[in-house]
């Protein structure tokens, strides 16, 4: 326990005297982030850009065939796929694609933490998007939008990274796995608010990392936080029968779910499941 007390006392002191090392962006998003923010970019440079990066360039044909922004035409290159998902939600998604490269580790018990991180942030985020596609079908002028809910859901649990990186440090923490995963229930939220800033991130994703599981915070109007909850209920994260019930007649209610039962439907399963196969 002494151990487990130390370690804890270490991450909130590195968090407060912001000394706790966070992971940085691939240098490829960087690229393309900075791209993206250039005035005189184009659609030709932004590709070259991405093409010098197999993944990315994948990841991005994947995005602009998948049922997002599926047209019905195929597209081959990475010039037809960036000029079909346009400058600017290309700064987001292809932070969001680059993701992946960060949730990795040569220790192999940070390392399965990791995977099992990655896959459950995977999972939220294909409902996240999939029940956002849908609601901007019925609601064309709301003012949110696919790609800041895609990078959104992607980041919203990204604090668990640092805590696993300094609990690799202190390996006797490994002897009991509910306290690794107590630290991350009760730090990664602020963890993950520091590497949003650090990443240069908007304020409204710190909000959202921050406050995406503090279900005291219910944004009156339709809010981002709204998608990843959802996504959360659907993959069992929120654990409370009535609170579950709460949200989702809350979402009725404000418009985002036709009904209670919506995401047991088979066209959204079928399109979570679409969604899915972008991120694998």
């Known amino acids: 326990m002494g151990t487990e007390n130390a370690l804890y006392t270490i991450l909130v002191e590195k968090i407060k005297q912001e000394s706790l090392i966070l992971p940085t962006l691939p240098e490829v998003a960087l690229r393309v982030r900075e791209a993206a923010d250039d005035p005189e970019i184009n659609l030709g440079q932004m590709s070259e850009i991405i093409s010098h990066d197999a993944a990315l360039s994948m990841g991005m044909l994947k995005v602009a065939n998948s049922a997002m922004l599926g047209r019905g035409i195929r597209v081959e290159t990475v010039n037809q796929a960036v000029t079909r998902i346009g400058l600017r939600q290309i700064k987001s998604i292809a932070t969001a694609m680059a993701l992946e490269q960060v949730f990795i580790s040569e220790n192999e018990i940070v390392s399965m933490y990791l995977k099992k991180s990655w896959s459950k ?30 990078l959104a859901a992607l980041i919203h649990s990204i604090g668990v990274l640092p805590i696993l990186t300094e609990a690799e440090n202190h390996p006797d923490v490994f002897a009991n ?3 690794l995963q107590q630290a991350i229930i009760k730090l990664s939220s602020n963890v993950g608010a520091e590497v949003t800033k650090a990443w240069g991130l908007s304020e409204d994703f710190t909000d959202i990392v921050q406050n995406w599981s503090d279900l005291t915070i219910l944004p009156e109007e339709v809010h981002y936080l709204d998608f990843i909850r959802a996504g959360a209920i659907y993959h069992g994260i929120f654990k409370n029968e009535s609170t579950k019930e709460t949200l989702l007649k809350r979402y009725v209610a404000k418009g985002i779910l036709p009904d209670i039962n919506f995401m047991a439907n088979d066209e959204f399963t079928e399109m979570v499941s679409d969604v899915k196969t972008m991120f694998s």
């Open 177 to 179: 796995p509910t306290f």
């Open 121 to 150: 942030t995977v999972d939220v985020a294909s409902v996240a998007i999939s029940l956002m596609t849908f609601y901007l079908k019925e609601n064309k002028h709301s003012p949110l939008m696919l790609e800041t809910v895609t």
